[in-house]
């Protein structure tokens, strides 16, 4: 799995944007939150990736100026009530841990996880121990990473030990009880 695979599965994970309508007011742009119903100046949002529905389907680009989309050699011009998502960010701490597995054990982490209806993008806490070790030849301990998809939470604690041998062991336990357990080992 090459890095554009990884970008291509988080690409296509639920609830990786934030959906909702522009409205221009007072010579301003407000982005109006589908789901939370909060708003939010869209210049707080300039130099991100957003989406803008036109012509039946999303078009992706960068917003460059509050209302301009900057989309491959195309320039677009926001109108009221335009329908935009906006890319979420992943937790940094999240982000490191993800950068740093082995293709393996990324894979299936993010696949099992897919699996019990949560997305990487529900993540509310990633305390990444891996990011605290030096440089030693061995590293193990445990990080802990919590997910809320709105319906149930995720607690996921990834065992790791990196040394002769490689171990990822992922422990999903969701507030029902259900418990799921995946190791990879690499010789």
Do not use: P
Not at 117 to 141: A, Q, T
Not at 165 to 181: S, Y
Request: proline share 0%; glycine share 4%.
């Amino acid at each position: 799995m090459n890095r554009q695979q990884r970008i291509k599965l988080l690409d296509f994970q639920l609830r990786a944007y934030n959906e909702g309508a522009v409205e221009q007011i007072s010579d301003q742009w407000i982005f109006f939150d589908e789901e939370t119903e909060e708003a939010a100046m869209l210049d707080d949002y300039l130099q991100q990736e957003v989406e803008i529905f036109r012509v039946n389907r999303w078009r992706k680009g960068i917003l460059i100026e509050s209302g301009k989309i900057r989309s491959g050699n195309e320039l677009i011009m926001l109108r009221d009530h335009d329908k935009v998502r906006i890319r979420k960010h992943l937790i940094y701490s999240l982000e490191r841990l993800l950068e740093g597995m082995n293709d393996d054990a990324f894979f299936q982490f993010v696949t099992t996880l897919n699996s019990l209806d949560f997305s990487i993008y529900d993540c509310i806490y990633c305390y990444n121990h891996l990011s605290f070790l030096s440089d030693d030849n061995r590293k193990d301990g445990v990080n802990f990473i919590v997910f809320d998809n709105q319906e149930q939470i995720c607690n996921v604690q990834h065992h790791f030990c990196y040394f002769e041998k490689v171990n990822d062991r992922f422990e999903f336990t969701l507030n029902t009880g259900k418990r799921l357990v995946i190791e990879k080992m690499i010789s």
